[in-house]
T-cell receptor
Framework: QQQVKQSPQSLIVQKGGISIINCAYE??????FPWYQQFPGKGPALLIAIRPDVSEKKEGRFTISFNKSAKQFSLHIMDSQPGDSATYFC???????????FGEGTQLTVNP | KAGVTQTPRYLIKTRGQQVTLSCSPISGHRSVSWYQQTPGQGLQFLFE???????NKGNFPGRFSGRQFSNSRSEMNVSTLELGDSALYLCASSLSWTGTSSPLHFGNGTRLTVT
C-alpha cells in the first residue's frame, strides 16, 4: 500500500515534443506529490510538487496533473529540450511527514 | 546558500568492514534524511533525524544506523558490510520534518562499493 508505480521506464522524445510520465499510488494517506529530476552523478533535485486539493500545477514548461479519484498524477514537459534528458522520479509522502516513497524512475532522452 | 554536502563522494570497502558517511545539511535546515539508491530497488528511505532524534525509520536491518549532531550535521554507519550494500547513499535536508511545507533537498551522494 506504500508503493508508487511509475511508467514508462524509459522515454525517447524529439526536441520540441511533449514528454509525459505517469504515476499511480495506493495509499490515500499520501498528501504531497513531488517530482524530482536526477542527472548522472548528481542527487535528485526537486522539480515541481502538488497537493491533492489542486488538479493541476504549472511551472514554466513543467506541469503536474493530479487525479485524486483515480489516484494518479503525471508530469508533462512541454517543448522538451536535450537538456531535459535525465531520470525523473515521482514521489509521495504522508501528511505530517517528509518520508518520501519514490516511483521506479523514468529515463528521458530528448533527441536534438 | 551552499547545498547539502556529503563526504566522501566515493568509498570502496571490503565485506565485513564498517563505514561511516557524513552529511552537512543546508544552513538552517534541521531535518536530515538518508536514502539508498540502487538500480534494482530504486530510492529507498533509510531514516530521518530532527533535533538529534530519529523520527522515522525505513525497512533496513539494524546494521544501518545514524545519528544527528546539535549542529544538524548527520552521519550514517553501516556495520558488517555485505555486497548488497553497494549503492549510492543520498542525504537530504529540509527545514522541518513535516514534509509538505518543507521540501527535501538532496546532496550528490556517496557512492559505496563493497568488494
Amino acid at each position: 500500500q506504500q508503493q508508487v508505480k511509475q511508467s514508462p521506464q524509459s522515454l525517447i522524445v524529439q526536441k520540441g515534443g511533449i514528454s509525459i510520465i505517469n504515476c499511480a499510488y495506493e495509499n490515500t494517506a499520501f498528501d504531497y506529490f513531488p517530482w524530482y529530476q536526477q542527472f548522472p552523478g548528481k542527487g535528485p533535485a526537486l522539480l515541481i510538487a502538488i497537493r491533492p486539493d489542486v488538479s493541476e500545477k504549472k511551472e514554466g514548461r513543467f506541469t503536474i496533473s493530479f487525479n485524486k479519484s483515480a489516484k494518479q498524477f503525471s508530469l508533462h514537459i512541454m517543448d522538451s529540450q536535450p537538456g531535459d534528458s535525465a531520470t525523473y522520479f515521482c514521489a509521495a509522502s504522508r501528511k505530517g511527514g517528509s518520508r518520501l516513497t519514490f516511483g521506479e524512475g523514468t529515463q528521458l532522452t530528448v533527441n536534438p | 546558500k551552499a547545498g547539502v554536502t556529503q563526504t566522501p563522494r566515493y568509498l570502496i570497502k571490503t565485506r565485513g568492514q564498517q563505514v561511516t558517511l557524513s552529511c552537512s545539511p543546508i544552513s538552517g535546515h534541521r531535518s536530515v534524511s538518508w536514502y539508498q539508491q540502487t538500480p534494482g530497488q530504486g530510492l529507498q528511505f533509510l531514516f530521518e533525524y530532527f533535533s538529534e532524534t530519529q523520527r522515522n525509520k525505513g525497512n533496513f536491518p539494524g546494521r544501518f544506523s545514524g545519528r544527528q549532531f546539535s549542529n544538524s550535521r548527520s552521519e550514517m554507519n553501516v556495520s558488517t558490510l555485505e555486497l548488497g550494500d553497494s549503492a549510492l547513499y543520498l542525504c537530504a535536508s529540509s527545514l522541518s520534518w513535516t514534509g509538505t511545507s518543507s521540501p527535501l533537498h538532496f546532496g550528490n551522494g556517496t557512492r559505496l562499493t563493497v568488494t
